[in-house]
Nanobody, 124 residues
């Protein structure tokens, strides 16, 4: 059974850090691309980072550049989203999604599998 499970969300003060995890199962992990998306209340879902099957981070949104990074642990079939210098505008539900083709697509519709999401709130 194919599955993605996010964890690590929560409440953090502005300027703080969080690391989100996306644990996967049922995939051939080194053949998929994993992207992180987020959706704030009343806003469209936004792709923020992606890492392809070659373990290259091929996309970073301007809104998170120099603050967020993506990484993979192939031994654990897990992708991480390290978020530093968090701002109130980073408040959203964060989702990881897998593309079986191994490429970082721009459109959410090209990602075959999605996790349930983990909420992040940045507030003092």
């Amino acid at each position: 059974q194919v599955q993605l499970v996010e964890s690590g969300g929560g409440l953090v003060q502005p300027g703080g850090s969080l690391r989100l995890s996306c644990a996967t199962s049922g995939f051939i992990f080194d053949r998929i691309a994993i992207a992180w998306f987020r959706q704030a209340p009343g806003k469209e879902r936004e792709r923020i980072l992606c890492i392809n099957s070659s373990d290259r981070s091929t996309y970073v949104a301007d809104s998170v550049k120099d603050r967020f990074t993506i990484s993979k642990d192939n031994a654990k079939d897990t992708v991480y989203l390290q978020m530093n210098d968090l701002k109130p505008e980073d408040t959203a539900v964060y989702y990881c999604a897998a593309a079986g083709a191994g490429l970082c697509f721009s459109l959410a519709s090209f990602y075959n599998y999605w996790g349930q999401g983990t909420p992040v709130t940045v507030s003092s």
